[in-house]
């Protein structure tokens, strides 16, 4: 009898630690549809949502809808919503791209709803070139305070102007913390999440000092998320991708510029046009 008094004691103690450890801290419950028809579209949608720790979804295939559970801390609603629609399930969210739809088995491919969410689609509705033009302008103002804000940074140290290459950073800050990520296209969005807190990170470091050669040191590093950003958004002109062999410690390093002129942010006048052209993005 003790030998199984302690066998449910220690199976209880192990159950409890279990329920412990898959608790979500700081936990944030929502209920969403989700369209599918079967239990593959279950297996795809949960496995597709989930995170550990992070984010557990459960979805009804009678209801459509899913229960999501969320370290609010961690992640959002968003981003969990735009996982699922790229494995190819609609919400009322976020609309599936076309292609992950097309790649369902034939009996996961789901009726789908028009989405007055998916902005491509808003075009087709009355007065549909304002809005559609509308449209555009706002999914490519998302981003392009944040470049803009870069282009300055770094125009400010071609110049070696320590004070004004903070003051030009205080303002890519800001146009950071002002990108609402939910109106991003899904291929800035996964980006964006993929760079964002190395790129506040250094945008941070740049503008609380006036020191041009530590400032430098934090656009190498800032140069490369942007590199990221601009490859799958769009910007109103050509951006140059530059690269200097002697920055870095020799180790070489890049930056961005609107003109294809070589103006050395590393070294300003001392070496103003070391480096080169290694790609044009349009």
């Given at each position: 009898?003790?030998?199984?008094?302690?066998?449910?004691a220690t199976?209880?103690?192990?159950?409890?630690?279990?329920?412990?450890?898959?608790?979500?801290k700081?936990?944030?419950?929502?209920?969403?549809?989700?369209?599918?028809?079967c239990?593959?579209?279950?297996?795809?949608?949960?496995?597709a949502?989930n995170?550990k720790?992070i984010?557990?979804?459960e979805?009804?295939?009678?209801?459509?809808?899913?229960?999501?559970?969320?370290?609010?801390?961690?992640?959002?609603?968003?981003?969990?919503?735009?996982?699922?629609?790229?494995?190819?399930y609609?919400?009322?969210?976020?609309?599936?791209?076309?292609?992950?739809?097309?790649?369902?088995?034939?009996?996961?491919?789901?009726?789908?709803?028009?989405?007055?969410t998916?902005?491509?689609?808003?075009?087709?509705?009355?007065?549909?070139?304002?809005?559609?033009?509308a449209t555009?302008?706002q999914?490519?103002?998302?981003?392009?305070?944040?470049?803009?804000?870069?282009?300055d940074?770094?125009?400010?140290?071609?110049?070696?102007?320590?004070?004004?290459?903070?003051?030009k950073?205080?303002?890519?800050?800001k146009?950071?913390n002002?990108?609402?990520?939910?109106?991003?296209?899904?291929?800035e969005?996964?980006?964006?999440?993929?760079?964002?807190?190395?790129?506040?990170e250094?945008?941070?470091?740049?503008?609380?000092?006036?020191d041009?050669?530590h400032?430098?040191?934090?656009?190498?590093?800032?140069?490369?998320s942007?590199?990221?950003?601009?490859?799958?958004s769009?910007y109103?002109v050509?951006?140059?991708?530059?690269?200097?062999?002697?920055?870095?410690?020799?180790?070489?390093?890049?930056w961005?510029?609107?003109?294809n002129?070589?103006?050395?942010?590393?070294?300003?006048?001392?070496?103003?046009?070391?480096?080169?052209?290694?790609?044009?993005?349009?």
């Amino acid at each position: 009898m003790k030998s199984l008094s302690k066998i449910m004691a220690t199976l209880a103690m192990l159950f409890i630690f279990t329920a412990c450890e898959a608790q979500i801290k700081n936990e944030k419950k929502e209920n969403v549809k989700i369209y599918g028809n079967c239990d593959m579209c279950k297996s795809t949608i949960e496995k597709a949502g989930n995170i550990k720790k992070i984010a557990k979804v459960e979805w009804n295939k009678d209801t459509k809808m899913a229960s999501i559970a969320y370290d609010q801390k961690a992640t959002n609603l968003d981003e969990i919503l735009k996982r699922i629609a790229l494995a190819g399930y609609d919400s009322d969210t976020f609309r599936a791209p076309d292609d992950a739809y097309a790649k369902l088995p034939e009996c996961c491919q789901y009726d789908r709803a028009v989405k007055t969410t998916a902005k491509t689609e808003m075009a087709h509705t009355g007065h549909s070139g304002h809005t559609a033009a509308a449209t555009r302008q706002q999914e490519q103002n998302q981003l392009k305070a944040v470049f803009d804000n870069y282009f300055d940074v770094k125009d400010a140290l071609v110049k070696t102007e320590g004070k004004l290459a903070s003051d030009k950073a205080k303002g890519l800050v800001k146009a950071i913390n002002a990108v609402k990520m939910n109106e991003l296209k899904m291929e800035e969005h996964n980006v964006w999440m993929k760079v964002l807190n190395e790129l506040k990170e250094d945008a941070e470091h740049v503008s609380e000092t006036t020191d041009a050669e530590h400032q430098r040191d934090h656009f190498i590093t800032l140069s490369k998320s942007i590199y990221e950003l601009l490859k799958v958004s769009k910007y109103e002109v050509p951006v140059y991708y530059q690269f200097c062999p002697m920055a870095n410690d020799g180790k070489g390093a890049n930056w961005l510029s609107k003109e294809n002129a070589v103006k050395n942010p590393y070294y300003g006048s001392q070496m103003l046009t070391c480096g080169k052209t290694v790609e044009t993005i349009k």
